[in-house]
């Protein structure tokens, strides 16, 4: 069968999935966890015009109606979502939007909401954020109205939340973003509550310029009685700084910054429009497929020129060198996903019918293909963003949030990949993902748990799905990382399991390649080759139980047209020759970690 996934439906989700009773072997639920309203400065000058309630109705499968008077809707509704608008200009959006707000009438709030051009909209976008906000010290501008508007605006997300909230049905949880980028370095937060139970308002990067402080807000909130984390993003931009040497003060990396980071950021975004973090071909090149995403144009702005410290791997690979130094991980992160979209739309991950997320910086097919958006990255390295998906006992607030807080989640490219692994001593292969869990619960770890110290050789069993609307998949593999006796980190990539017709060629060690059926002309591909699901167990016959290590599954799909393919051919424009026009989507589990002293 042909498969053509053109679409008039601006986006993917996946089908909620409710449930009578807690599921103790748990459910895959999908959503986004990094989605920008009109409540953003940055997204209102793009255009922006749908509000937090509006986007959470985009998100539960309700049609909106867009600036440009056409409608959205979801194919499938996602089964949670969180608006992060930046807690910067939280006030000064409020006196933008609201007629009787304090300050409405102020001439430069006047004069934003008449921005037409784009390049009135870009000096505007410069001189209000750029300049104050990846500054070492962020000021309000001269129309902030005063602390109770940050206050009121905050509310107005509070309770579009609260309205959208569904137990069982749809989780709308509650969360802002605390923005930091000191000399153009992003070190952004999205913080997320477990509940209803939250402060009367939030901080900005104004407020507090250091994660450290970030932290001890949040340490102030939980002697409050709330319960919150943050899950840092968007590390390929952070110019070195998201897995530093040092703290923000430039002191050496102690214990304290290890214990309190790992307590209050359990999970890191793995991937987002801006690209994907978890490797680089230019520091992996021995893994074959480190070239997915890579969003190379990012470093033509603001100095962010990259390193291996930027990606996830790395930091994952420094964290358990700072573990055998220290005692603790201080990146001790699961894995979620996110979009960072601009556009209101939560979770446009839908290769075939993406169309920006900024606004009309990448929302016309010639600004995509040939423009930038401003201070961030070239129209045609965007990728679509990141799905985040969680192992949940039910979908409510309270369970969708443990998951994140255990770090029992996963990410995906934008498909609807399920992901799963366990590890433990004498696990066996799996014979189906019911028993596999069951096993994997009763006698393993879970994704992004702690082994217990093992004398034996761990097993680790894994197993995934493809999405029902998408491709097949082609391999699981694990990715394991380790510190030796000298106290040097290492790394492999064993492929675990893939669909049948190969074998591993023992002259090179690698696994060939799945094929591709992509026909570039028309932008189809067929599911003739590949594997709907894929389970199997690998044991790491070369484990030494005094080694700190970490051990995560990652999935892929079989080639399938780029978003810029799809632009091309349906728009009757040639392939871009300087992008992929062929990827292979994937999904990230969380890490297992093990560490003898656990």
Request: hydrophobic fraction near 40%.
């Amino acid at each position: 069968m042909r498969i053509h996934l053109f679409s008039t439906v601006a986006m993917i989700a996946t089908a909620s999935l409710a449930v009578a009773e807690p599921n103790p072997l748990r459910n895959a639920y999908f959503g986004e966890t990094h989605l920008h309203t009109a409540f953003s400065l940055d997204a209102f000058i793009g255009g922006t015009r749908l509000m937090p309630a509006d986007s959470l109705a985009f998100a539960r499968g309700e049609p909106v109606t867009l600036p440009d008077g056409t409608t959205a809707q979801h194919k499938r509704p996602l089964d949670f979502a969180a608006v992060t608008d930046h807690a910067e200009y939280l006030g000064e959006m409020y006196s933008t939007l609201f007629e009787d707000a304090p300050g409405h009438d102020n001439e430069d709030l006047v004069a934003l909401r008449g921005l037409e051009s784009l390049e009135e909209r870009q000096q505007w976008f410069i001189k209000y954020v750029v300049s104050s906000n990846r500054s070492a010290t962020p000021q309000h501008p001269p129309f902030f109205a005063g602390p109770e508007t940050s206050k009121s605006a905050w509310q107005v997300i509070v309770e579009a939340a609260e309205q959208a909230n569904d137990p069982g049905t749809f989780t709308a949880l509650i969360g802002f973003e605390w923005s930091a980028a000191p000399n153009g370095a992003n070190l952004h937060r999205n913080v997320l509550f477990r509940d209803n139970n939250v402060p009367a308002s939030v901080p900005s990067y104004i407020d507090i310029n250091e994660e450290e402080n970030l932290w001890a807000w949040m340490k102030t909130q939980e002697a409050e009685g709330r319960r919150l984390l943050a899950i840092p993003h968007n590390s390929n931009a952070s110019k070195g700084r998201m897995f530093p040497s040092s703290d923000s003060f430039g002191e050496a990396m102690d214990l304290e910054y290890a214990r309190t980071r790992q307590a209050y950021e359990p999970l890191i975004e793995m991937m987002q429009v801006k690209g994907n973090s978890e490797v680089h071909r230019k520091f992996w090149a021995a893994d074959e497929f480190a070239g997915f995403e890579n969003a190379d144009s990012i470093q033509k702005n603001s100095g962010r020129i990259f390193h291996q410290r930027d990606f996830v791997r790395g930091g994952l690979i420094d964290g358990i060198g700072y573990e055998f130094t220290l005692g603790v991980n201080p990146f001790k992160y699961g894995f979620i996903g996110g979009t960072d979209n601009h556009n209101g739309m939560m979770s446009a991950v839908a290769e075939d019918s993406f169309i920006g997320a900024h606004g009309p910086e990448d929302g016309s097919v010639e600004r995509r293909r040939t423009g930038s958006v401003a201070g961030w990255i070239d129209g045609k390295d965007l990728s679509i963003g990141s799905l985040a998906g969680v192992w949940a006992t039910e979908n409510t607030r309270a369970a969708i949030w443990d998951a994140m807080k255990r770090r029992e989640t996963f990410a995906t490219s934008g498909p609807r990949i399920k992901i799963r692994m366990f590890g433990g001593v004498g696990l066996s292969d799996p014979a189906d993902p019911l028993a596999m869990a069951q096993e994997g619960y009763l006698l393993g770890t879970h994704m992004g748990g702690n082994m217990p110290p093992l004398i034996a050789a761990p097993t680790f069993t894994v197993h995934a799905e493809k999405d029902p609307m998408g491709a097949n998949l082609d391999r699981i593999q694990i990715i394991k990382g380790w510190v030796d006796e000298y106290g040097d980190t290492n790394e492999k990539i064993i492929d675990v399991v893939w669909s049948s017709g190969r074998d591993i060629d023992p002259a090179t060690g690698k696994l060939p390649p799945v094929g591709n059926t992509v026909d570039l002309e028309t932008a189809m591909f067929t599911n003739d080759i590949g594997a709907p699901a894929l389970m199997g167990s690998w044991t790491d016959d070369d484990y030494d139980p005094q080694a700190i290590a970490f051990y995560y599954a990652r999935v892929l799909e079989i080639p399938t047209p780029r978003w810029s393919t799809y632009d091309a051919v349906r728009n009757n424009r040639p392939l871009l020759e300087d992008v992929p026009a062929v990827i292979q989507e994937r999904a990230w589990g969380s890490p297992i970690f093990y560490s003898p002293t656990n």
